[in-house]
């Protein structure tokens, strides 16, 4: 089996040791960003590859990365918006691309990125001014993975979700549960 309670695994930034060319997601433009953009990205500070690596068979399971970002104020459903400070931009960690090798779907990968990019996203939250973590999905697979996550599209954009810092506290227990918060 290949699920995370059976395989040796570790969770770290991308480096130069790392076996990027066999990676393959199926999406030839996630498996080319891993394969040659992304330490580029990683050097010029515009966005942090994060790798699950199986040690054993020093493989790349799946990577994610983050950068920061805005949104527009009224891009926001009006509910949220109306709680805001009238600034024009929001702040918000971008999620910028996340995949898992076909060889490592369906035990819960996706789960576990998913999962560290938010905690990470919390703690950068606390120093930075972070209202979201935003997600732009490539196809409906994507939105519907996310949405089992929590994360809510934009009203006019389908394919463009979020999920609010003050929910992503609350699943990591840094606030109190309450159902009409969300």
Known sequence: MLNPESVDFSLELLEKHHYRAAFSCGNEQLDRYLHSIATQDQKRNIAIPYVIVDRE??????????????????????????????????????????????????????????????????????????????????????????QRFEFQAFPDQPYKLFRTMKNIAQTFGALPQNPKSK
Do not use: H
């Open 57 to 146: 068979r020093q493989r790349i399971i799946g990577y994610y990365t983050l950068s920061m970002s805005s949104i527009n104020l009224e891009s926001l459903p009006s509910n949220l918006a109306k709680k805001l400070p009238k600034y024009p931009l929001v702040g918000v960690t971008l999620i910028g691309r996340l995949a898992v090798a076909l060889d490592y779907r369906g035990y819960g990968w996706g789960k576990l990125l998913i999962m560290d990019a938010l905690s990470k996203s919390l703690q950068v939250s606390k120093t930075t001014g972070c209202f979201a973590v935003v997600v732009d999905a490539i196809n409906d697979e994507a939105v519907k993975f996310y």
